[in-house]
């Protein structure tokens, strides 16, 4: 692993974390993208305004990252269409059941020393691992 | 006004999850894989994220937000079931096709089927948790 290797995460973490600490510290709110999201979808919250504009933001900064930054987005998902669609069904439920994501938990959660975040993210940072080796070892092609 | 900051601080999370290599599903796989060919780069983005993130969470903790509002409540610090098996669901889904929900939303600025679908599938997945805690809330009113 080179210093050039680390630039882009050292950079890109800095951001992320800017913009959970402004959103924080302007707000109040909790950068959790899940959180955000299901606030979106199911709208009963109090807090539509900030989250689908958080979102709405997300999104806005995907599509500039296509226009201005294409290597930064794969040209397809990776994984087989079956494959993405239960991998999507688990990461939707799991946040929500869990009450948060790498962005709730692994951030900010983290961020806060709350120790329900930081046992959540070793848990789902662990079995991501395991899923991962034991899909290799099983012959899966992730690719 | 707190919805333009919003609007703001999430294309710049966008931003960041694009230029730290979140946003592509086969460096996240390769980081996940610790016992192979393994990527650790993405330790990093959590090592720069969070540090900074508790500096503001700690400078201002128990204050007012500064576009008004109540401040935000404490971190919790309680363990239960529901957390270890949802963290557990979502590693699986995360392990198996290395995205995540912010990755999902930025996955449209170059969009696939499979980009679609894993996106829509989370969104499923999300409704179907709340008709799960809807039917178990009726069982067990509290």
Redesign the interface.
Known sequence: ?DMT??Q????????????????????????G??GA??GV??GERGEF???????????????????F??Q????????S?P?????????????????G???G?????????????V???C???????????L??ISGGS?? | MKAAAALAFGVLFAWGLGISGMSRPEVVLGFLDILGDWNPALMFVMGSAVPIYMAAWFARVGKRPLLGGPAPKGARHDLDGRMFAGAALFGVGWGLCGICPGPALTLLGRPSAGGLLFLACMLCGMLLYRVVDARRAGANPA
């Open positions: 692993m290797s680390i882009g995460p050292l950079t890109g973490g800095a951001m992320i974390g800017m913009a959970a600490a402004g959103l924080l510290l302007l707000t109040g709110k909790t950068a993208v899940s999201l299901y979808v199911t305004p900030w989250q689908f504009a958080f979102v709405l933001g997300l999104v806005l900064g995907g599509v500039m990252l296509g226009q930054m294409p930064a987005l794969p040209a397809s998902a990776g994984s269409l494959l993405l669609g239960l991998g999507g069904l688990l990461v939707g439920f799991g946040a929500r059941l869990g009450g994501c790498t962005s938990h692994g951030v900010c959660g983290m961020g806060r020393l709350s120790r329900r975040s046992v959540a993210t848990s789902f940072m662990a079995v991501a691992m395991a899923t991962v080796f899909v290799r992730l690719s």
